[in-house]
């Protein structure tokens, strides 16, 4: 069997609302509009392997490569064994482009097809790996999810955005980012994103000048309390560390 090469793209939170902590301490209710972008991606390379085993290979020194990776928990969840897969790790780790969340649905959608799951088991299934899984899984490239951020609610298929990604040398895990939230100031910018979803019913293809009217994101707050001089040089991705913004 020749090999199989899958990309796993990156994505950017357009609006990024965090509304208060579940009864689960470790998990807090976001409202998120997240684009995905096609221009970034890791390559994950797929070949048989061992029987009844998966080998997990990558060129970047920082990737677990244990049951904590999320490409074998994903494989772990189809109960699929007996591959050499190779991870060319492009997506920053820790700059929330969601590499890790964009490797497990990469992984859920080859291996689903193949076993015939549909879009909702899958979604079930890479909730448990990561909030952001179900989003890579949408054929849309732009979707509104609640819940956890795990939710998908709508999702379109607009033209590609002109995406600059600006590499502070700030890495964020997403526990240290919600460890430094004050939910008291969070979710103050909710309004923007229901105006926003409004706009996207009847026109998702915004004008840029339109889009830079609604960006926010929560994480904001925190980041640029502790990095100052990055503030006003562009958008946070996702929990962090890295920055965006268009480049028109």
Request: glycine share 8%; charged share 25%.
């Amino acid at each position: 069997m020749q090999k199989s090469v899958l990309i796993s793209p990156a994505k950017i939170n357009l609006t990024l609302d965090l509304l208060g902590k579940s009864e689960n301490p470790d998990k807090h209710f976001v409202n998120t509009i997240l684009y995905r972008d096609d221009t970034r991606y890791d390559e994950i390379e797929l070949q048989p392997g061992e029987p009844g085993i998966n080998i997990l290979h990558c060129d970047h020194p920082e990737v677990p490569l244990g049951e904590d990776n999320t490409i074998l928990k994903a494989l772990k969840e189809l109960k699929v064994t007996g591959w050499d897969i190779r991870l060319k790790k492009n997506i920053p780790l820790r700059s929330g482009l969601g590499g890790g969340s964009s490797n497990a649905a990469a992984i859920l959608q080859y291996f689903g097809a193949k076993t015939r799951r549909n879009i909702h088991e899958l979604e079930e299934i890479g909730r448990h790996i990561g909030a952001d899984v179900p989003f890579f899984l949408q054929e849309e490239n732009l979707v509104y999810c609640e819940g956890f951020g795990d939710q998908v609610v709508q999702g379109w298929l607009i033209k590609p955005l002109k995406i600059e990604v600006i590499d502070t040398g700030v890495q964020v895990s997403t526990a240290e980012a919600y460890a430094s939230l004050d939910v008291n100031v969070c979710g103050e910018q909710s309004v923007q994103t229901e105006l926003l979803l409004k706009k996207l019913q009847s026109h998702p293809d915004l004008p840029t000048e339109i889009w830079e009217h609604f960006i926010h994101n929560d994480f904001e707050i925190s980041f640029f309390e502790k990095h100052p001089e990055w503030k006003g040089k562009g958008n946070l991705c996702g929990s962090g560390g890295m920055l965006w913004k268009y480049n028109n």
